[in-house]
């Protein structure tokens, strides 16, 4: 079926669609500061980093076989040799780079501002056909991380009219890639899954992209070129990017130059958003692009998008059709009269044989009435299967009161409510809408993960809430290697969630911290930890008696490790709100003896504990232990004695609420019930959750409820 050729290559088909014309974008380009060497000096922070499990992404259909979801780890180019691992500041090196490593495990580390108009001899020269235009885009092939590096300020790596393909590196042989795709299957009565072309196990994190300014569009009213684009590509993880329209905006031109800022079409499947912002843009994300495209979209375009943030973006939030679609923790602000920026338009689009479940998303739109939650939040394109939803929120100043939830106006908007499918993943909800305001907002887009970045989701005041959504733990387990034809796995985990850690405030009594603001349910995901951040305050904090704020997570013992969110405790220890990080002493039952207690209300209650592991424990023991910082059961006002069960028990006397085989702990939740009983102890608690030398667990999230 022809060989890769990574480069953008012409299509006369398309060429034929498009004005004679070409008028080259008005006015002198927008000048970014120069960044002339790499501004990290090479030193490494997310570019090995692994993705998540929280999404779409983290399956693929094994076998072929329908609905057969089966989770696999997307690597990207996190297992390259030293010889495959580049750092760009021009194009050139960019294009040369994909061309020398092709397939092979690669990483391309961007930094400062690359302006594809600007030629291998660092004079700029503006697009001057829709051809011209094509040669500039960047195409990503197989088992590639392309990822931006930020400068010292924090700034993020730019692309300037930039269009960023993912997949599409497959040369023609008939007329066009999707004629050959069109040809496989239905000529040559192949499977879509065995076709040759596919592009798969792609990371691309941490970058600004300007949209291009389309030279010669198909007409006044519809454009070519996207932000990005994935065609034909599978296992893509897409995070931490801004896509905006920058300095040329459809509102101030004469037509329409601009087509979406992310689109995924062409039969795509398995792909997460996350943490992405989206900003100053019309139609931003189709999810299948044409109605006639059964052939090559049904039963795929299973799509995750979650933490996004939008801005002055006008419809396709996204446009579905034929996938499978699950949006959370979204936040969106625009505004319909707006003179100043790209108007709102409308949110979801259901479109032919689209299926969405969209949960916890917080609408910030000016001006919106109850009457109009349906058609602003989702709008009808026909012929759409499903639309299901969980939690959604209208926030509009002029008519509705802040955090408006909108669920039951979602209710009756027309839509079949059919559970098709549920996410096989797992995840968490954010229970409270403007959570959602300060956590996505800060934490989304370039330039908020890496060296020097600029995130301050951490300083929302609120807490990380497990929320009740359609299903949020996961029964599937990790595939521990993946054939190479699928995205290749990892032992080094990730997380199950995207809501940020963030600082909590908390009182305290003498004896161990009584009145606290910590409610329950309780729950953190690591997504935005690191060994270096989680046990300090300026990853999750709280005030202790004195007035002084001290980290919510404090190391006890080895060495607890971070790593794309998933923390990794391999004969290791670490406690969770103790209020100091004192020893804590004897004698067994005396609270007036004993430091330094903790913020959680747990004596007198039951108590659910919640571990989601990103992949099975190895060894003999993994234990929690309330009020205890130590490897010895008597330094604890709850006597010497240990629980050792996975079900309900109430005890007086214990200080090791579960202790149980490491490999026990399996991939999804793992969840622990006690009641812990002890009159003579009024304080507050904390928690120590550890693992012995010989053992390993893998923690993506936890959560605890005590009742």
Known sequence: MGARSYLAAS????????????????????AYPSISSDPSGGEFTIERETAPLDGWHSYYRAGGTLGNHQQVRVTGGSSATANRIYTCGTKKCIFDALKEAKNEPKIIRVYGNIDMRIDDDGVFRDFTSWDDQKAS?????????????????????????????IGKEFASTVDSDLADYEYWIKTLGKSQESYPGWTRNVIVRNLWIQTNFDVQPEGSSDAYYDGMVVAMAQNVWIDHVTVTDGQYKDKDLSGTRHDGALDIVRGSDYITVSNSAFIEHGKTTLVGNADSRDW?????????FKANYYADVASRLPRVRFGQVHVFNNYIEGDRESSTATKFENGIGMAIKGDVLIESTLWEIQPTKESEACKKVVTDHGSSLAFRQNRSWIKSSKYLPAGADVSNMLTGCGYASTKNWTP?????????????????????????VGLNNTSTAGA???????????????????????SSSEASSSASSATSSSTAASSSTASSSASGGSATTITYPWSD???????ATLFTTGYAKFTNDAGTEVSMYVKTGGSPTVSGGVITLAGARFTIGALGTGTTTGPTGSPANYT???????IGKTCTLTINASQAGTGSTFQVYVDNNTTSTGNSPHATST?????????????????????????????????????????????QIRTDSSSAVYINSISLSCL
Not at 465 to 482: I, P
Not at 651 to 666: L, M
């Open 643 to 687: 629980l050792s069960s996975t079900g309900t028990t109430t005890t007086k006397n214990t200080s090791v609420v579960v202790s149980v085989a490491a490999t026990s702990i399996v991939a999804g939740d793992n969840t622990f019930t006690w009641k812990l009983d002890n009159a003579s102890y009024t304080g507050g608690s904390f928690l």
């Open 137 to 165: 885009s960047i195409v990503i092939p197989s088992n590639t991380t392309f990822i931006g590096i930020n400068d010292a300020s924090g700034n993020p790596a730019r692309l300037i009219s930039a269009q960023i393909e």
């Open 424 to 448: 096989p993943y797992a995840y968490q909800v954010e229970s409270a809408p403007l959570n959602l305001a300060c956590i996505v907002k800060n934490g989304a887009g370039a330039g908020k």
């Open 525 to 531: 995901d690591f997504s935005l930890a690191t060994t």
């Open 296 to 304: 090559s979209d049904l039963n795929r375009l299973h799509v995750t």
């Open 11 to 30: 299509d006369p088909v398309n060429t034929a669609n498009h004005v004679s014309t070409a008028t080259p974008a008005p006015g002198t380009p927008t």
């Open 460 to 482: 929302c005041n609120t807490a990380p809430v497990a929320g009740s959504g359609e299903n949020h733990s996961s029964s599937a387990t990790s595939s521990s290697a993946a």
């Open 596 to 602: 330094p207690g903790g913020i959680f209300n747990i």
